[in-house]
């Protein structure tokens, strides 16, 4: 059976039109990397765009906020074009700006989803924390008790949501809902589309983490109508550690009056005005409040270029075929060892990785690291494997599925603590 997997990986791989990136990116010799769901690998435009940022910082020094290659002043919204393209959003609607958790912020509190006098927040249960965070100190400030304000929504299983659930909690007392576009722990899609139009219906707004997909599946922010998005640029994108973020705002609550306002988020003509009058620019750049980070936003230069150049489509054909040969191979050479796919088996409900369920998953994956496979552990008990298509091949995914295979057969994890380390 394992020969199989592996003429077939190769028939894939001698089809794939995107192989041609792989040497783009920077590899790790004798290293099959599977974690590009939490931090994309650097490629070799991402590294030539920052030297080129240094460059001008060099050689134009202040003069480079209007000088050189990429005049700093702008830089942000001459990235927003490519990102438009990946997110199905207008220039005007995108922002490349802040953190996640920031944009976040800064969406919720611009929007004022509770001036309607309702005081509801439906999220879910599987949520990633940091938002859980913000949203819980939005309420606070509202004089409003998580507890009782913000809507959990539960999963059955603990590692996916059912859209009837999600859609129950759609009472006419929520003003808001937050929602993932992939549940980070087991890589569930949800329908966004869908969603964002029930949301509406009840006359709630629609505000979704995207950190999951961006750079990994089309979306249509715009033409589905949803209120707000935001993401990091990290993951699928490879904007490397600590990369700016980006949000959309659809151009119905355009212009906005930005809750965290600061001079970035200036009209550009009058930024250097220096009134004390702030006059906010009348897209999406409102939302910009200090300084931008250039150097955090140089990598994406490059890595967009990529990206762009791919084209999402493309990407994420090759992005299911990964994941549907991924499937299949748990399948024929895992059955036996006591693994849980937490990952939707359907293509249009499944992101981008792939998550395993497993008693030992913390020791399993110290095993896989010492065998030269790079994965991810979420506690208490989830693997993450996430094959990317610009830069891993089906006989990646092949080598991946026979290392742990021989893991479990020899019981190699057993040598390791079932416990994750300081950063998993």
Not at 15 to 37: A, C, I, M, P, T
Not at 44 to 71: D, F
Not at 248 to 256: C, D, T, Y
Not at 387 to 407: G, M, Q, T
Request: glycine share 8%; aromatic share 8%.
């Amino acid at each position: 059976m394992t020969d199989m997997l592996l003429e077939k990986a190769k028939k894939l791989d001698e089809k794939d039109s995107l192989q041609k990136y792989k040497n783009q990116f920077y590899l790790v010799k004798e290293r099959l990397y599977f974690d590009g769901n939490s931090l994309g690998l650097l490629s070799k435009r991402a590294e030539a765009a920052v030297l080129e940022i240094l460059n001008m910082w060099k050689h134009h020094q202040i003069e480079g906020w209007t000088e050189g290659k990429y005049p700093w002043f702008t830089l942000a919204e001459q990235l927003t074009e490519a990102i438009a393209v990946i997110v199905g959003g207008k220039k005007t609607e995108i922002m490349i700006t802040g953190s996640t958790t920031l944009n976040l912020h800064q969406l919720v509190r611009s929007l004022q989803p509770f001036n309607s006098g309702r005081t509801k927040v439906v999220m879910n249960e599987l949520e990633f924390p940091s938002d859980i965070y913000a949203i819980s100190e939005i309420l606070k400030e509202q004089g409003l008790d998580p507890e009782q304000h913000l809507v959990k929504v539960k999963s059955k299983d603990g590692h996916l949501l059912a859209e009837a659930d999600i859609l129950d909690a759609l009472q006419d007392d929520v003003a808001l809902l937050v929602m993932p576009s992939v549940l980070y722990r087991s890589g569930q899609l949800l329908d966004l589309n869908t969603l964002t139009k029930e949301a509406h219906k009840h006359g709630i707004l629609a505000v979704f983490d995207c950190s999951h997909s961006v750079g990994c599946l089309p979306h249509h922010f715009h033409d589905w109508g949803v209120d707000a998005a935001f993401w990091c640029t990290y993951k699928y994108l490879n904007g490397g550690p600590g990369a700016v973020g980006g949000l959309f705002i659809h151009e119905k609550h355009l212009p906005v009056t930005p809750a965290l306002a600061g001079w970035f988020g200036s009209d550009k003509s009058k930024q250097f005005d220096m009134a004390h009058q702030f006059t906010p620019a009348s897209d999406a750049g409102a939302l910009q409040s200090g300084t931008p980070h250039i150097l955090s936003i140089a990598p994406l230069i490059g890595a967009l270029s990529i990206s762009s150049e791919a084209g999402i489509d493309q990407i994420r054909r090759k992005s299911l075929a990964l994941t549907e040969f991924l499937l299949e191979g748990i399948k024929l050479e895992l059955s036996h060892f006591n693994f849980k796919v937490a990952t939707p088996e359907r293509a249009e409900e499944r992101g981008g990785h792939i998550s395993l369920s497993h008693p030992e998953a913390a020791r399993i994956c110290k095993a896989l690291k010492a065998e030269g496979v790079i994965p991810d552990f979420r506690a208490p008990s989830v693997i993450r494997l996430a094959p990317v298509a610009l830069y891993n091949s089906f006989e990646d995914v092949y080598h991946c599925i026979n290392i742990l295979k021989r893991i479990m057969f020899e019981e190699r994890y057993k040598k390791y603590s079932n416990e994750r380390g300081v950063v998993a």
